[in-house]
């Protein structure tokens, strides 16, 4: 997988992608209400570890 569960990329600190493009396939029915709860999600989980101050800084060297 690119994404973890709140559509945060794994190998690039606070890049989120909250869209379709994570979706492994296209659906039959219109993705909207999909793709607004991915954001809703990835939007909490952003502020919250704002918030917390948890979101590493720009300037900030982030290991793996």
Do not use: C, Y
Request: proline share 6%; charged share 10%.
């Amino acid at each position: 997988s690119v994404v973890n569960g709140v559509n945060q990329s794994w190998d690039i600190p606070n890049l989120f992608i909250p869209d379709g493009a994570s979706f492994t396939s296209n659906s039959n029915v219109g993705p909207a209400l999909t793709i607004m709860a991915l954001a809703a999600r990835s939007s909490a989980f952003i502020a919250e570890q704002h918030k917390d101050g948890s979101l590493a800084k720009p300037t900030e060297q982030v290991t793996f």
